[in-house]
């Protein structure tokens, strides 16, 4: 069973420019999940999909950020434009149901986005 | 605020030696806690799942203790072994209101163990 995948490994881009991250979840999971690391700091939640649906964006930290998942299988999240605290580590996460007490969040390997 | 704070921010041990590194946390009300390990360039994997009525969860040579009444957990890692070097994520689930399920992730104890 294929993993959770992520693209690009790796983002560099210029203050003022539009990165587009993808994630591909493991087929089947409703869920699907983005995150990011800046760095030093510890891992935070952004946004919740269930299928297609926004179910918990609130972790989304302004409208620079925009997160699709068209037909409920890959998401994209847009920045534009991009500005420097934006550089961290992007990841994504899938799981099957969003049963919390026992839920399994399976990670991709991350987009690290550096944002000059 | 809820938090989740790790200790040490990072460990040096020798191959085949014993360590346990710490967790404490604010999430209230809590679902479960988790232990994550995350290798270098790699996203996190799951090591340890324990709902707010266990104590302790093995899973090999790894071994997760909770106390919720202290709002407390630990990972002691035994018999180490080089492949053991990585990031060590506690996390914790938030379960009341609109973030229902939301993880809330600890910084992390980078481990090395040398030979």
């Known amino acids: 069973e294929a993993g959770v995948t992520q693209f690009p490994s790796h983002s560099v881009i210029e203050k003022g420019q539009t990165v587009t991250l993808r994630c591909d979840p493991i087929?089947?999971?409703?869920?699907l999940y983005w995150y990011r690391r800046v760095m030093g700091k510890e891992i935070k939640f952004l946004l919740h999909f269930v299928k297609e649906s926004k179910q918990d964006e609130s972790g989304m930290p302004n409208n620079r950020f925009l997160a699709e998942r068209t037909g409920g299988t890959y998401s994209t999240l847009k920045v534009q434009p991009a500005e420097l605290e934006d550089s961290g580590v992007y990841f994504c996460?899938?799981?099957?149901?969003?049963?919390?007490?026992?839920?399994?969040?399976?990670f991709g390997p991350g987009t690290r986005l550096t944002v000059t | 605020k809820n938090q989740v704070e790790q200790s040490p921010q990072s460990l040096i041990i020798l191959e085949g030696k014993n360590c346990t590194l710490q967790c404490n946390y604010t999430v209230s009300p809590f679902s479960n806690l988790r232990w994550y390990k995350q290798d270098t360039g790699r996203g996190p994997v799951s090591l340890t799942i324990m709902t707010f009525s266990e104590n302790t969860k093995s899973n090999g040579r790894y071994t997760a203790t909770l106390d919720a009444d202290t709002k407390q957990s630990s990972l002691h890692i035994t018999a180490s072994q080089l492949s053991d070097s990585a990031s060590y994520i506690c996390v914790v689930i938030y379960a009341g209101g609109t973030s229902y399920g939301k993880l809330t992730f600890g910084q992390g104890t980078i481990l090395t163990v040398h030979p």
């Open positions: 087929s089947g999971h409703d869920n």
């Open positions: 996460a899938s799981s099957h149901v969003h049963i919390i007490s026992s839920d399994e969040q399976y």
